[in-house]
């Protein structure tokens, strides 16, 4: 986009500068004592002393400098403004929908985004760009039908979208983390009535994040102002009275940090030069990282320049393993630097950060590469290294199996056999066995697809649901189809990551792919289970993933405080599990030596307790989704003597596949130590009941 010419000037205001770049907060005489009070509420302060971010009176990355450039004092960030994305346009909303689901659904996208911000936090991530009226939902648009905005024609806020953005906020407090909070994005400012409501919805965001007591936010007051904005107040000769606006805002005797952003390779201008607080610039466009550098130099010569923040906080350029990339080119002239990543040309799911429906982990190799990097830079961990690097998986024998992988953080391991397509073995590192139900008659044996017996080995495995229509689709009801359970699979190991892959099914014509993660420190590990129809005619099917874990102590769900089922669960089988009971909110039962016993249930959460170890399985249910098995999303099924296991189930919602569609199921898996002397009391805490 052209640059516009800047008309307008302002008058240095030289002292009152100086201040506003000294501290995020401006005391004024009195107040002492309300400021204290308020800072007891929050746990994270930015503040800005010089050119350098402070955070609770320390610089950012303390004493931190990589390959003589001085880290201290930089904020490195990264543009995941949907945090709180929806579409009010019923005409576009169906673009958003989730694979797995087939549907949009804005509060599972902020749970996410929530329940992802420890792992950015500990790979070094300061701070992240969110904005009110999010940005463009496929990375790049010319035109937005979609409705994307948290602020009403007339200026007024939508309490749906604050109560999304509040939780946020409060998560990032609480991790040490600074919110760069966009008020509007050139592809929504339309849906503003004129002026005065530009200024309403300022005012009201303003007040918003003083009611809150917030002080891990800087203000960004639009993205890209000189990008197609409809309203003159919001374009490069005005933004500036927006900014002083919000400065001249003060509420217990302070105030907040506020600037505003141009599009990729813009040097600011005069009159936000002078009025800012701190510089944003973007990268992109810009495919050579000394221009980068220029940029900086650039910016610092600005008439009305005083030494404050520059830091890029958008820039869709990567090459993260090269000696020089724009990320290098920043930090080399001392300005932080924001990681901008979208789902470009048939990409899936796990690519970008900016695209909708977001898989806000750290999900692909570019954002890993990103991660990587980040740590290195920041010192996020004392080695440098990030979670991948974290995480080893070395080859073996396991019981017979070769070609096995162990997955180790140091604290926990998963053992994944390929030749029988399970995840085997989830243990702490120090204890001889793990949970997970191993059948020791059949190690080193391979399956056989052609048995009419099932082979049990034991372990974790994905079936599809439901069971019912075996028969129907492949002229047995047992065993289970012979791609999904009775063949060896293909697998890599990439980046701390184990995938295997399935061949295609040749009755249900899927074929299916499994990652399996382990956190970098903590005793968790993720399975993303995706199925993808590759032949044959549409199936009606769901991801049903199987957990056979030994003997227990009891097994718990935890129920919904609106359950489905009038008891709390559905009977799957003649018999009722032994000592079946839902008290206060929790389902238990044991294993009985002498029948095969199932229930089902709509939880989303199920607790395995053993007498030392528990292990507790999450896979959210998907409100209003359809569910197959009497619409159950968790079943618990109990086996008799001789094989003295029990299966823990988490069921995802049903879905036709044709040709070319694909759906996906996460689960994750915890272990715990024991801390009480009941069982119950255990599990209470672990499920929360």
């Known amino acids: 986009m052209q640059n516009e010419t800047c008309l307008a000037r302002l ?43 402070h955070l609770n009176g320390q610089p950012t990355y303390a004493a931190r400098t990589w390959r003589g ?20 346009n ?95 994005y050139f592809g929504q400012d339309q849906r503003l009535t004129d002026e005065v409501a530009v200024i309403r919805a300022t005012d009201n965001a303003t007040q918003w994040l003083f009611d809150h007591g917030y002080r891990n936010v800087l203000v960004e007051i639009n993205n890209e102002c000189n990008v197609r904005y409809d309203h003159a107040i919001l374009q490069p000769p005005r933004v500036h009275e927006l900014i002083e606006r919000v400065k001249s805002t003060t509420r217990e005797g302070r105030r907040l940090l506020v600037g505003t952003s141009y599009g990729g390779g813009t040097i600011p201008l005069e009159n936000v030069v002078r009025a800012s607080d701190f510089l944003f610039l973007h990268g992109n466009g810009v495919s050579q990282p000394e221009r980068i550098a220029e940029m900086v130099r650039k910016t ?7 030494p404050k923040p520059i830091l890029f906080n958008e820039d869709d350029h990567f090459d993260f393993d090269k000696p020089m990339n724009n990320f290098v080119a920043a930090i080399s002239e001392h300005a932080s630097w924001g990681y901008f990543d979208y789902r470009m040309k048939d990409e899936g799911f796990d690519e970008g950060y900016q695209s909708v429906p977001v898989n806000w982990g750290i999900s692909s190799e570019r954002k890993r590469g990103f991660f990587r ?8 961990s004392a080695d440098g290294a990030t979670a991948a690097d974290k995480v080893t998986v070395t080859r073996t024998n396991y019981h017979g199996w070769p070609d096995s992988f162990v997955m180790s953080n140091g604290k926990t391991e998963v053992v994944i056999v390929p030749s029988i397509g399970r995840v085997m073995q989830f243990k702490f590192t120090e204890d001889t066995d793990g949970p997970f139900w191993e059948n020791r008659r059949l190690d080193g044996k391979a399956p056989d697809p052609k048995s009419s017996d099932w082979g049990n080995f034991g372990g974790d495995k994905t079936w599809p649901a439901p069971q019912a229509d075996w028969g129907k689709i492949t002229s047995r009801e047992w065993p289970p189809p012979v791609a999904f359970d009775s063949t060896p699979v293909e697998s890599r190991a990439v980046g701390g990551i184990v995938t295997l892959v399935s061949p295609v099914d040749p009755h249900f014509g899927i074929r299916t792919h499994r990652r399996i993660q382990l956190d970098p420190e903590q005793p968790v590990m993720s399975i993303t289970t ?15 993933i199987i957990t056979q874990l030994d003997d227990p102590i009891a097994v718990y769900a935890r129920v919904p405080e609106r359950s489905l089922f009038t008891k709390g669960y559905n009977e799957q089988s003649k018999d ?21 016993t199932k229930i089902g249930t709509d939880a989303g959460a199920l607790l395995w307790v053993g007498e030392k170890v528990m292990v507790k399985i999450d896979s959210p249910r998907v409100l209003g989704a359809e569910y197959p098995d009497q619409n159950s999303s968790a079943e618990i099924y109990t086996n008799p003597d001789p094989l003295d296991y029990v299966e823990l189930e988490l069921l ?37 009941r």
């Open 11 to 53: 008058a240095d205001r030289g002292s009152f500068l100086l201040l506003a770049a000294l501290c995020t907060l401006v005391l004024l005489p009195g107040h002492d004592r309300a400021f204290a009070a308020e800072a007891k509420a929050r746990k994270t302060t930015v503040a800005i002393v010089g050119e350098a971010f």
């Open 69 to 88: 450039h001085k880290i201290e004092g930089l904020l490195m960030n990264a543009r995941l403004v949907q945090g709180i994305f929806d579409d009010r």
């Open 90 to 184: 019923p005409e576009t909303v169906s673009k958003w929908a989730y694979p797995d689901t087939g549907r949009w659904d804005p509060e599972r996208n902020t749970r996410e985004f929530i329940a992802a911000m420890p792992e950015w936090r500990r790979h070094g991530l300061l701070a992240f760009t969110i904005n009110l009226q999010g940005g463009s939902p496929q990375g790049y648009s010319q035109q937005q039908p979609w409705h994307n905005s948290a602020i009403e024609a007339d200026g007024s806020l939508r309490s749906d979208s604050l109560s999304r953005l509040e939780r946020i906020i409060d998560k990032a407090d609480e991790l040490g983390m600074v919110v760069i909070l966009g008020y509007f």
């Open 300 to 306: 610092r010569t600005v008439p009305g320049y005083t």
């Open 373 to 380: 990097l980040l740590g290195e830079i920041t010192g996020a």
């Open 530 to 544: 995706t199925y993808e129809k590759v032949e044959g005619e549409p199936r009606k099917v769901g991801v049903w």
């Open 576 to 596: 009722r599990p032994q000592d079946l009971k839902v008290e206060r909110g929790l389902l238990s039962c044991t294993r009985s030596r002498s029948l095969s």
């Open 652 to 688: 995802g919602p049903l879905h036709t596949m044709k040709i070319g569609d694909k759906i996906e199921r996460a689960s994750t898996y915890t272990l715990l130590r024991r801390s009480e002397a009941s069982a119950e009391a255990d599990a209470r805490k672990a499920l929360g």
